[in-house]
């Protein structure tokens, strides 16, 4: 195992329309499912009810639930640099500033990503934290697809360096 793929993205989608115009090789692929999740996130701040529709569509048979739909509230709230810290180019010196197209988010794997039928922890490399951080995605057998189980990687990375009272 120990698998690490760049994913890139020529655009980052705004609407439910958009995510199924780029997405359909995203359900064939973990990796480029993991990579979509971050992808879908950035637009939250600029229209959160049109995120979580597009949330619902890559998390398949399973919506967001309230909690979850709060805990994106929580913590994405004012804290956005922490989706665009998944983006290659950010920093923290930079303040997780996304570079222009193409956009490139690294996924990799481990040999314990594949230790539960039908499920895969991938990770996720981010520009503010010093380890990798997990989504877990599920197997979908009867359409051979991928589909976002739990976004566990919104966890707090270190603060933009215009933010950081100690910088």
Excluded at 6 to 13: A, G, N, S
Excluded at 20 to 47: G, H, Q, R
Excluded at 122 to 129: T, V
Aim: glycine share 2%; aromatic share 12%; hydrophobic share 35%.
């Amino acid at each position: 195992m120990n698998k690490t793929e760049i994913i890139t993205f020529d655009t980052l989608p705004k609407n439910v329309d958009e995510l199924k115009a780029m997405s359909a090789d995203c359900f064939k692929s973990p990796f480029k499912m993991a990579a979509l999740s971050v992808a879908v996130l950035m637009n939250y701040e600029n229209d959160r009810d049109a995120t979580i529709e597009m949330m619902n569509y890559i998390k398949g048979p399973r919506p967001l639930s309230p909690f979850e739909i709060q805990f994106l509230r929580d913590r994405l709230g004012g804290k956005m640099y922490v989706v665009r810290s998944y983006f290659e180019g950010t920093s923290v010196a930079n303040d997780y500033t996304v570079p222009p197209a193409p956009y490139k988010i690294e996924v990799s794997d481990n040999p314990y990503s594949y230790q539960n039928d039908d499920y895969a922890t991938l990770y996720l490399k981010s520009s503010g934290a010093d380890s990798l951080r997990p989504v877990t995605l599920r197997h979908k057998p009867s359409t051979d697809e991928w589909f976002l189980w739990e976004h566990t990687f919104l966890a707090d990375i270190r603060q933009p360096q215009s933010q950081d009272p100690w910088a």
